[in-house]
């Protein structure tokens, strides 16, 4: 059939044509800015990275590496002559490059067996230190039989005495333990630095004086069965001795040193066993001693920290009511937001995040956009701000997108204020009402906020509100809002997205007869525990839920984390917490129709949560169907645009079979 005009709404094949900019590096004279480019792949079905330099003068754009293959983690060596970055643009493996800026010359640096990560410029240029995963033994136990020669036989038998044996995005995991590296910045021989059965994990940080490189790990026996804790250690360059700097019960993670080697910055909190706290930023002398915290008084957590070229303050990012914000922090503790409106390069969901990095001078490079547009580069000097790339204005300059708007209700349970943001159909008149998508965001430790969302947009496109709610237990509320579910999730969450519902219906926004209910991984628990305790939504889709605690706690890739965090006590220890807390408990309440969507290799919230839902609403004759995303990951349900285009049709075709269902058939 051929299209009459210009399609003035976004669709599903327009996820193919999407472009998102993602790790800003800003080069220390502030001149340039290199960035990782995500882009819809028509032909392959696949989001493709290439890295581009933008000048910051003429915002004109040049490529560094965007030929065949991925190209990521672009790190300006410190005098800014070089780049080098990730790339598997000569197959197989990724390897590191370097790119001579003045020539425009790139060398492959290396030729290793297995991908490189965490890669750390020292500060005279002269090396680059990078981590990769040394494979070890598999556990034996018995043996096959000798094969005779030439025969073929089956792989031999996998055995295993590992907690982490599987990871969401891997799959059953390689034996081995991540170790650090040092290669020639000009190429050579690289040299392994760390050794043992522990991972010593990034990012790296050197030392001024070359001779020592930061990083973090849990050199403890117990590391196994402890997955919150970690300490920062210094590895020497040169003997490989390995020093100690924190020592406490907790995470001390991403170390960073001081331009000037006097401090190190890192992140941490103190293990509480609940189920959130604030990371914190911490400092202390270069030999780590007199700790401390700066962002104590912040009441919210820090994802990254980058000195200031003059050592005397940090930039760290926070997430703040669902928004990403930049501060500098004084190392007298003196915080000032310097940037607002970051955005990450999350593409399916209005999740918070974004990323920056700052030049000599204090000149920040953001990733930010608005709600309607995926993240673009934004420069900020002082108040100003500038747009340097525009990577979608071709694409949705022409599109009427669904807009976006900040509500807030107080929550019927306790009055606590409740904040969200409505997607409104193009072409909203006031006073319309619509049928209206509760959708529900996963952790339950995370927060939505004013971000672009493909799901929203193609739900808005069809003619729905969509309401994106942060109920208590999300992040960027505080510490107490945070752990109001400590040990109690889901639970009176489910009033907070009730009123929050009620909110829209009172706002005259959305027709109380037409309401909808989806949300993915935590936000599918809290899907599937709606439809347990209410008939109010015409029809539900939960995706990637976690069903029943029990299984969750001994199959996913966080076990001992769930049951130590999340509960506090093994499954078999408190059974009665652990169902009561389960939706599959609340099947039996269940008329809502419900389809069930699950990826095919979820390794967070396998498969087997959702095949479980599946047969008890088949069991109890409850209208459902189940889908699976053939080769999607937790993380990756949205990874390749042909399937997160088809997953939000499928839940649009679900709500719609309902949507103008007459009344008597919904009963
Ligand atoms: C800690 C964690 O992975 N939790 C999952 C159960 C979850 O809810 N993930 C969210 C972030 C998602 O949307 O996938």
Redesign the pocket.
Known sequence: IQATGPERHFTGADLFSLEVAADPQISPDGSQVAYVRRSGDIMTDQFRSTIWLVDTRSSEQTPIAAGPGGHFSPRWSPDGSRLAYISSAEGGTTQIFVRWMESGEAVRLTNLPYAPGSIAWSPDGTRIAYSMLIPGESAGLGSAPDAPEGAEWADPLDVTTAVGYRADGQGYLRPGFNQIFVVPADGGTARQLSFGDYHHGGPLSWTPDGRAILFSGDLTPDWEMDPVEGEIYSLDVTTSAITPLTDRNGPDVNPVVSPDGRHIAWLGFDDQRRGYENVLLHVSDSDGSNQRVLTGALDRSINTAIWSANSRAVYVSYDDHGQTKVARVSLSGSITTVAEGLNGASLD?PYSGGSFSVARDGTLAITSGPATSPADIVLVRGSNRRQLTHLNDDLLGHKVMGEVRRMETASTFDGRPIESWLTLPPGHVEGQRHPLILEI????F?AYGPHFSTDNQLYAAAGYAVLSVNPRGSTSYGTEFANLIHHAYPGNDYHDLMSAVDGVIAAGFADPDQLFVTG????GVLTSWIVGNTNRFRAAATQ?P?INWTTQALISD?PVFVANYWFGALPWEDQQSYWSRSPLSLVGNVETPTLVLVGGEDE??PVSEAEQYYMALRMEGVPTTLIRVPGAS??GLAARPSQSAAKASAILAWFDRYRNAPNDIME
């Open positions: 969901r965001h996963g952790g339950p995370a993915g991984s935590g936000g990637k976690v966080i967070r919230t937790h993380g």
